[in-house]
């Protein structure tokens, strides 16, 4: 299935990670341009309606993919058989589960108090079941690595979902229009996928490869359920014990941090498992490409999420207007511990693509845990309180990580800190130094161009001069790009 074996893993890494970023970035820009035109159309409690069920649509999508893109991502050789009992397995378990969701729709809005949210939830979930059709067909994609396919499928479904949202909310269909926007992006997404992929099934079924595969996706999939209680647990709590209206400032909030740190893991995630699991028999390979992929999600993600913290409320005011104006604080505090994320995704790569999703599982079920209790324990002290410790909860928990690489593969401390620190220490001085240097400043556009321009230019121009490799060599790979060169 693979047709592009004549490449180097050296050329396939640069290929996916410049497509990744591309696809990310621009994703990013339209979710972007999109979010503030519907920010300005729509209120606080119109997200808010449509955040109470994010919980549940990601779940079942969850339990629906089971594990299975990366089950057939590190089976060596993956045969028409193996994506087509996969194609019809996971259809068959998502209209199962929107079965049961349709019926229990009744009893998630008594447990929100809302009864607005019967029709609304059994419209969202059919988003999952028409998501279970692309399961296959992505899975060859992602095994492929074929990020240039991939980005064109994701920038072409969120153009026209974006336009769709828009035209909704301008006729009134307010958070109706929301639901419809994600439908709308699922379906696009869905067709694409098949018509990039090449691949139909068939309608031959054989349980086999599902048994020989269940064993390793069925971890994948409680690990998937626990990171999405995990990233939905304020959501949850607030539309249990607040008012939509503060569910919706939070979803708001964790939407842009999303965005941000999404843009970086989407690049990273695109590639680091396919081609981690093809050195996964060389230990010291492993290690190396590891490391070098650290150093460049370091050097990427820790000035673009600490620089995004320092410049929430000037995004958020003018970008969304005042009436948003409580997620900004929220925004620079999610900020810290996105700037983190893509480490840990990068982390949880590696162990799955040496086969141990038991491990990947444990670590992320006992952070759900802990997560949890922080949260009940932190409610009588407020909403603030309550986020402060679940980014430091967080960030904390990139040490478990670390431990699980370092038995895995040999990662010391000393390699992690030297790979990780002076992009993390330099982000840190420059966004403070910036943030301080710009408060002085009345005007809101002037106090936003400042930030980015100081901690982009001065980042950059250190960096040149520290004569930083990774610097270096992605600015030689972009000029190659540019000049139209080969990878």
């Known amino acids: 299935m693979d047709s592009h074996n004549g490449q180097s893993l050296k050329e396939k890494t640069a290929k996916g990670l410049f497509w990744g970023g591309v696809s990310n970035g621009m994703q990013q820009l339209l979710n972007l341009l999109f979010g503030i035109v519907l920010g300005r159309m729509l209120s606080p409690s119109d997200y808010g309606m449509v955040g109470m069920l994010t919980v549940f649509s990601a ?35 998502s209209l199962t589960l929107y079965l049961l969701l349709f019926m229990a729709a009744p009893w998630i809005a008594t ?125 949850v709590l607030l539309g249990k014990f607040y008012s939509a209206r503060e569910v919706g400032n939070f979803t708001q909030a964790n939407k842009w941090n999303t965005m941000g740190h999404t843009c970086i893991t989407g690049m990273i995630s695109g590639i680091a498992q396919p081609v981690l699991a093809q050195v996964a028999d060389d230990r010291s390979r492993q290690l190396a490409v590891f490391r070098k992929l650290l150093r460049f999600t370091a050097f990427v993600s820790f000035p673009a999420m600490l620089g995004l913290s320092i410049v929430s409320h000037e995004l958020i005011v003018l970008a969304l207007t005042e009436k948003w104006l409580p997620a900004a604080g929220m925004l620079q505090l999610l900020c ?93 001085l420059l966004t403070a130094g910036t943030y301080c240097a710009a408060r002085p400043l009345d005007s809101l556009y002037l106090r936003l161009l400042v930030k980015v321009v100081l901690v982009a230019g001065l980042y950059a121009l250190v960096l040149w001069r520290w004569q930083s490799v990774i610097f270096h060599e992605t600015l030689q790979f972009l000029f190659r790009r540019g000049k139209g060169g080969g990878l």
């Open 59 to 93: 779940i079942a999508a969850a339990l629906q993919e089971g594990g299975f893109i990366s089950a057939l991502t590190n089976r060596k050789e993956a045969t028409q058989r193996d994506f087509n009992t996969v194609f019809w397995f996971s259809l068959m378990c």
């Open 111 to 235: 447990f929100y108090q809302t009864p607005q949210l019967v029709p609304l939830a059994r419209l969202s979930f059919l988003g999952f079941v028409i998501s279970s059709l692309s399961i296959a067909p992505r899975a060859c994609l992602f095994k492929q690595m074929r990020t240039k396919e991939t980005t064109l499928i994701s920038l072409s479904s969120l153009l026209v979902s974006g336009g769709v949202g828009i035209v909704l909310a301008a006729c009134g269909f307010a958070y109706w229009g929301i639901a419809l926007q994600s439908i709308v992006f699922v379906t696009v997404m869905t067709l694409l996928n098949f018509r990039f992929s090449r691949w139909h099934p068939d309608r031959s079924f054989d349980f086999r490869p599902i048994r020989e595969m269940i064993s390793f996706s069925s971890k994948i999939i409680v690990t998937n359920i626990f990171t999405i209680i995990n990233n939905n647990l304020f959501s």
């Open 336 to 428: 810290l511990w996105g700037a983190f994320v893509p480490l840990a995704t990068l982390f949880s790569n590696l162990i799955i693509s040496r086969g141990r999703s038991s491990i990947y599982m444990g670590s992320t079920v006992c952070l759900c845990v802990v997560q949890l209790g922080v949260a009940c324990l932190m409610r009588p002290y407020g909403l603030e309180w309550m986020l402060r410790l679940f980014v430091a909860v967080h960030i904390g928990w990139i040490a478990v990580w670390f431990a699980f690489v370092h038995r895995e593969i040999g990662l010391t401390l000393g390699q992690m800190l030297k790979d990780v620190s002076p992009y993390l220490l330099l982000s840190v």
